[in-house]
């Protein structure tokens, strides 16, 4: 299964609406769907798992969503800390895992 | 609490084979898989494979069988990954993930990471 995630850079400025999507090939289990967080330097920080539930310590203005073989990360105010890149990630049944290419989210 | 601790970076010839470790703490070793992540210079996120520490047992993504070997030492909780016959498209940091359940679905996803390992694959 191939994610593709858009845009490939989102610039926009702190307090703004930010609206990541994931698109899968095929259909993809909504349970088995995550995304992340990364920053330069860093390992990946799990956000939200099963599409729309948040991770221990993520703040209320990260969400998900799940539509199809559609997966959308919004944030609803950019935080200064927020500007990093995000990637999906999705499950197989057989425990097989790919990635999206990931999303760069820039002031 | 979790931690996954991983070995040094690495500079290698092509041709050559690498062998990462990944010391675990915090937690039972053998009830949780790990899996393994690499990601290239500037670039995405691959997965490349798991081990069942409990039974050993691994499985990789397509592109990577035979060339990878992942293994574990129960007696140290540490898991290892070897990437053999190495080439310069294989410089990447490699990430070592467990899943934050052991039944699914909360094992499909990674609440704990490593902090990943440099390997250069120069002449």
């Known amino acids: 299964i191939v994610l593709s995630q858009s845009p490939g850079t989102l610039s926009l400025s702190p307090g703004e609406r930010a609206t990541l999507s994931c698109r899968a090939s095929?259909?993809?289990?909504?349970?088995?769907l995550a995304w992340y967080q990364q920053k330069p330097g860093q390992a990946p920080r799990l956000l939200i798992y099963?599409?729309?539930n948040r991770a221990t310590g993520i703040p209320d203005r990260f969400s998900g969503s799940a539509s199809g073989t559609d997966f959308t990360l919004t944030i609803s105010r950019l935080e200064p800390e927020d500007f990093a890149v995000y990637f999906c990630?999705?499950?197989?049944?057989?425990?097989?895992?790919?990635f999206g290419q990931g999303t760069k989210l820039e002031i | 609490q979790v931690q996954l601790v991983q070995s040094g970076a690495e500079v290698k010839k092509p041709g050559a084979s690498v062998k990462v470790s990944c010391k675990a703490s915090?937690?039972?070793?053998?009830?949780?898989?790990i899996h393994w992540v690499r990601q290239a210079p500037g670039q995405g996120l691959e997965w490349m494979g798991w081990?069942?520490?409990?039974?050993?047992?691994?499985d990789s993504a397509q592109r990577f069988q035979g060339r990878v070997t992942m293994t574990r030492d129960t007696s140290t909780s540490t898991a290892y990954m070897e990437l053999s016959r190495l080439r310069s498209v294989d410089t990447a940091v490699y990430y070592c993930?467990?899943?934050?359940?052991?039944?699914?679905?909360?094992?499909?996803?990674?609440?704990?990471w490593g902090q990943g390992t440099l390997v250069t694959v120069s002449s």
């Open positions: 993930a467990r899943p934050q359940g052991i039944y699914t679905p909360s094992n499909r996803w990674f609440d704990s």
């Open positions: 915090g937690y039972t070793f053998t009830n949780y898989y």
């Open positions: 081990i069942n520490p409990n039974s050993g047992g691994t």
């Open positions: 095929q259909s993809v289990n909504s349970a088995f």
């Open positions: 099963g599409a729309s």
């Open positions: 990630q999705q499950f197989g049944g057989s425990l097989r895992s790919t």
